[in-house]
């Protein structure tokens, strides 16, 4: 592949991965406004955050066979197409219902755009250009964790929240074009589609989720919630029992006999939950608590998002040396620590000045797991595994963004309400106290790592855990 094509792919993909990822925090500045412009309750507001995270994270591994199958280039370009029209559709929404449906198809929209962003890159560039050109990717599509409050702040503020979606619009219809001109096409090994694991644990998701939403308004004894519940545990442990069946399994439950692997997405389920939960309220304290604007409110949570382009970078350079499960513990135990510090400041007539230093102590402790807790994940799998333990990984990050925003939104609607600035703190601080105990969770699951520097696995730095691959797989490796 001659080097301007490799340029045009490298830019193309970035461009648009930045632009999902974005999406994924953009919203989080504007759910004030939309709150107040479509009459919206908290449960409509959690729907807006996770009918958005719960396609994408249900459909993610799927979009992924799909572009193998039928051709990553045509399935990307597709997956943008459905992005970009799903954008226009949000943005054009009358009520709240219509707002979250079309979330929805954003979801799956993303579902299709970042895992073949991933495999065209790849794909397009030799071994020995590859992780500089995954590390550029990386660093682009990171800053959707900074830019975001911002940008939904400054759109929000300098012209309405539905400009955080219309943006969306013309970049796609610049891209798509370019997409289909500019990279090339690929396929990868015929994939199959694990139908029946995809319909379990998206159904079981839902169940827990739906519970969770509506024991605020309904009340924990409520027939339909105790109902939903129930029924996405048995589906989720229906699911379990499928993938230990079917052939091709979405989830190969062979890999969770790895400590690496399990311990590693343990942790990082406990810390995306936390840290997707504690962001859907912070924004909204911000405002609805200490009366500041969408702009000022993206810009007063720099503190808290930047420490990802500063610390991440070097704690993913440290992992190799120090391991996986000190900056996993220690970086989620301090999350814990800023998220519990926050919790006991909290009230309508505090200074902004005392959420600096518990906003940096959270923001660099969870930039410090997020390279840890994946590298203990990447490192416990051979290498032919390393495609399925990533899309296992995001799927999950995705899923704990929904649980966490169910969680926390639960613990706000028992405590408080959106009735007063007090009303409001009364349920924010037990809220984000409850963020904490999360990421303490997700701490005491990054002690179960090994303790291997670098490793997840079994068998020393770098080595994957022979038990994680099937016999005649570990045979053709060695």
Known sequence: MAQRTRGWLLGLTATASLMVALDATVVATALTSIRQDLSATLEQLE??????????????????????RLGRRRMFAAGLGLFT??????????????????????????????????????HGFPPERRAKALGIFAGLTGLAVVAGPVVGGIVTEGLAWQWIFWLNVPIGLAVIPLVLRRVPESRGAGASFDVGGVVLVTGGALGLVWGLIRSGPAGWDAFEVVGALVAGAL???????????????????RLLRSRGFSAGNAAGLFMYASLYGSLFFMTQFLQAGLEKGPLATGLHLVPWTATVTVVAPVAGALVNRVGSRALTSAGLAMQAAGMGWIGLVAAPSMAYSQLIAPMILAGAGVSMAMPAAQTSVMNAVAPPE??????????????????????????????????????????FAPAIAVSGALSLAGALAGLLIPRAPGSAGADGPGRYDRRSVPRRKYAAIE
């Open 386 to 427: 390393i495609g399925k333990a990533s899309g296992v990984f995001n799927t999950l990050r995705q899923f704990a963004a929904v649980f966490g925003v169910a969680i926390l939104a639960a613990v706000f609607a028992a405590e408080g309400g959106y009735g007063t600035a007090r009303t409001f703190a009364d349920g």
């Open 85 to 122: 029209a799903a954008s226009a559709a949000c943005a054009l929404a009358p009520g709240i219902g219509w707002l979250i449906a079309a979330r929805a198809v954003q979801g799956g929209g993303a579902a299709l755009v970042m895992p073949l962003a991933m495999a065209l890159l790849s």
């Open 47 to 68: 729907w807006t955050v996770n009918a958005y995270n719960l396609t994408f994270a249900a459909l993610l591994m799927t979009g992924a066979a799909l572009g193998d």
């Open 235 to 253: 589906l989720l442990a229906g699911f379990v029992a499928w993938e230990l069946r079917v052939r091709q399994p979405m989830v190969p439950m």
